[in-house]
């Protein structure tokens, strides 16, 4: 029996261009059919919360709900606006869907299997740069959600495509720099070597600020509530996306879904070991020559995804100011401090320095951040608290001029003229 390469790297580099294919159509059909269940389920999930049933009439158990509402969809009547540009007005909705499933294309999701009579891995490609490709392509959704709102001709699709913008822009940033710890304690970029270098400790453990900073971030990028600013009914409507109708909207509601499922994939490659199994179930990874890896991917993923409906069901939306100064002032920062110290501790330990000196520093940076944020929260509270005061009046420097009924005049002026008209003298 032949030995399996080491990397799913290896693998893939001997794919010839009608597997990849077959694997690229494999993998799009999942996303689409993740799609459909993942509706289901979380209006399941939520009517659950809510203590109803949810659907439950059209096929078992309401199945089939999403496949007929997607057929609705495209049934519906398509309406363009009068003022909307048209050619912009249809490439939108295109442009989010498209790149959302592009980000797939270096997710690993199992490992070595066999095909076809042919060894390889459940990953279309794979580069020294991947994680950076997948940042890239699910930054050009911006564009799609720019100009869904600007071409609706529409006042409220402007101001909602202008406020998702900046939301998924600010929480990109932060995305970005909860994964620089990853990159140094990888040493790589690489999507199947993170994998690979998780094979002890998965990086949520060893690397769980990045992991909560991540985890926070990838709501805020995919306007998921409680951060669902973009579509606040009682101020935009339903925000960049109002002018749509039929198989358009229904591509923005894809987009969504997909998008959910793309952060969830990098979510659990980057710190939950990708197709990995559990500590101690390693020995599962041979089941079904293999294939019983992609079992564990996606219930880390789907675990992923009840988080977003658990987020939905519990947490009331925020304040557009609030959720902007979270990512600018609470995240980013955050980020910031969180890569020098771990540059730091992977500086020490390759220097050889002593685990006590690395423990040390270590703790030091903990009171260090223990004290930094309890000085922050004590300054907000007196802010706070200056804010709600009331002033006093000043007393008055200077002797009240007396009236000639014998009572000072409140404002230092005499009236010249009483309340019935009269002179003052009166």
């Known amino acids: 029996m032949n030995e399996f390469p080491m990397t799913t790297t290896e693998l893939i580099g001997t794919d010839p261009g009608w597997l990849i294919a077959v694997k690229a159509l494999l993998v799009f ?14 209006r399941r999930v939520v009517a659950r919360m809510q203590m109803r049933l949810g659907p439950n009439r059209v096929g078992k158990f309401g199945l089939l709900q999403s496949l007929a509402d997607g057929v609705k969809l495209a049934f519906k009547e398509d309406l363009i606006p009068k003022a909307a540009d048209k050619i912009v007005f249809v490439i939108a909705p295109l442009i989010s869907v498209s790149v959302c499933f592009l980000a797939f294309a270096v997710i690993p999701m199992s490992g070595p299997v066999t095909m ?6 459940m990953q279309l490609t794979d580069f ?7 940042l890239a392509a699910t930054s050009i959704g911006v564009y799609g959600i720019v100009l869904a709102g600007w071409s609706s001709g529409s006042t409220y699709p402007l101001l909602g495509g202008l406020r998702s913008s900046a939301q998924v822009i600010s929480y990109e940033v932060a995305m970005g720099l909860s994964l620089v710890a990853v990159f140094i304690y990888s040493g790589s970029m690489s999507t199947s070597e993170i994998v690979a270098s998780q094979d002890r ?19 805020g990028e995919t ?14 409507v339903g925000g960049f996306h109002t002018e749509y109708s039929s198989l358009k909207f229904a591509l923005f509601f894809l987009a969504e879904y997909v998008n959910i499922l793309a952060v969830s994939a990098l979510a659990t490659t980057l710190f939950l070991g990708g197709y990995r199994a559990l500590p101690g179930l390693g020995f599962t990874e041979s089941w079904l020559g293999g294939w019983f890896t992609m079992v564990w991917f996606f219930a880390k993923v789907l675990l992923f995804f009840f988080l977003f409906i658990w987020l939905r069901g519990t947490l009331p939306r925020l304040r557009y100011d609030q959720f902007m100064k979270f990512g600018w002032k609470v995240l980013i920062p955050a980020s910031i401090a969180w890569i020098m110290i771990v540059a730091t501790l992977r500086v020490l330990s390759a220097e050889g320095a002593p685990q006590i000196v690395i423990g040390g520093f270590t703790a030091s940076m903990v009171l260090l951040v223990l ?3 309890s000085i922050y929260e004590r300054s907000k509270v007196r802010a706070e608290a200056r804010a709600h005061e ?3 009046m000043p007393e008055p420097t200077f002797p009240l001029p007396v009236m000639p009924s014998g009572r000072t005049s409140a404002a230092g002026i005499l009236p010249t003229r009483s309340i019935e008209g009269g002179d003052g003298d009166e």
């Open 390 to 392: 009331v002033p006093e």
């Open 116 to 121: 076809f009579g042919r060894q390889t891995a």
């Open 223 to 236: 306007n998921r509530a409680p951060f669902d600013l973009a579509e606040a009914e009682g101020e935009l």
């Open 29 to 42: 059909a999942i996303c689409v059919l993740l799609t459909l269940f993942s509706i289901w389920a979380e």
């Open 371 to 373: 004290a930094g944020t």
């Open 201 to 219: 400790f998965w990086y949520a453990v060893v690397l769980f600020p990045s992991f909560i900073i991540y985890v926070i971030s990838m709501v």
């Open 128 to 134: 020294p740069v991947a994680v950076l490709y997948i």
